[in-house]
């Protein structure tokens, strides 16, 4: 039978490319997207177009209705899920003298409240406690969580170091009901998530002077890391962490 998964944030950049592989790894994938319809839906032909199955659903991860009515969507269109990949995400940089009511609750609204609305409908469905079949949540952290970032970086640091406690504490929670958790601390990737502060290439010029491997990784170096740690191949892997950052 089929796995399903569901990726929040698959429209592009890493997100695009978990589903990419996901679809060829046999899974029926959920590609949820905010505001790029197109480039959802391109990710949902390009599934089809290699033999898989997919379907694009848009959600607001930070509206819990939106996320309610996604995951109703899910169990609807493409059956029982398998797999959740917490993978939507923003960045904006502010220096914390100009932290204010509105851009700081955005960060964590988008980076943190959202995981736990998509994480809560995940464990009501996966729980054997809940009549589920068990399944495997993967938390998209940074390594920002651990090294911090340039000036600007407070806030969407502190996001994902609260995505890596709540990797752990909910690992604890939930592992004795079939549910894997596990998460990906991702360095510097070239996505398009860098055009919010300098640019690609900006961002591939500093990882050449920062990253030990000299270089930035690709969205697809993330991707792998994922879909491994969806699959039976890490059937013992539970509360872990897997950077993938060149050696950071
Ligand atoms: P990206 O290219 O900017 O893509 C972000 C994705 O998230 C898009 O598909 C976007 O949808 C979606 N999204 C944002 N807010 C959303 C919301 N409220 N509801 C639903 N979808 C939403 O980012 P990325 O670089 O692939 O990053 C993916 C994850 O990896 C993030 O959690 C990020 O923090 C983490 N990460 C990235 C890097 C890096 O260097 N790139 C490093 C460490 C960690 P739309 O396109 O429809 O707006």
């Known amino acids: 039978m089929k796995k399903v998964m569901l990726v929040t944030g ?9 589903a990419l592989l996901a679809g060829r790894e046999g899974y029926k994938v959920a590609v949820n997207y905010l505001n790029s319809e197109e480039a959802a839906r391109e990710v949902v032909k390009q599934i089809h177009a290699e033999g898989g199955e997919a379907i694009a659903i848009q959600a607001d991860t930070t509206n819990p209705q939106d996320v ?76 920002a969580a651990r090294l911090g970032t340039m000036p600007g970086g407070v806030a969407y640091a502190a996001t994902k170091g609260a995505i890596d406690a709540f990797n752990l504490a909910l690992s604890k929670e939930v592992g004795g009901q079939g549910i894997r958790v596990n998460a990906i601390r991702p360095g510097l990737i070239s996505t398009e998530m860098h055009n919010a502060t300098g640019g690609i290439a900006e ?16 969205a697809r170096e993330v991707a792998e890391a994922a879909i491994w740690l969806a699959s039976d191949s890490a059937s013992y892997v539970h509360g872990s962490v897997i950077d993938v950052a060149g050696g950071r």
């Open 203 to 218: 961002m591939q010029e500093r990882a050449r002077a920062i990253v030990p491997m000299g270089r930035a990784g690709t």
């Open 10 to 18: 698959a429209s592009r950049g890493i997100g695009a490319q978990i």
């Open 68 to 143: 309610r009515d996604l995951f109703q969507k899910v169990d609807d269109q493409l059956g029982t899920l398998d797999v959740l990949v917490n993978n939507a995400g923003i960045l904006k940089t502010f220096l914390v003298e100009d932290i204010n009511a509105h851009n700081v609750a955005e960060m964590f609204n988008a980076n943190v409240l959202s995981v736990f609305y998509c994480t809560r409908e995940a464990v009501l469905r996966m729980s054997t406690d809940k009549g589920g079949r068990g399944g495997s949540i993967i938390n998209m952290t940074s390594v």
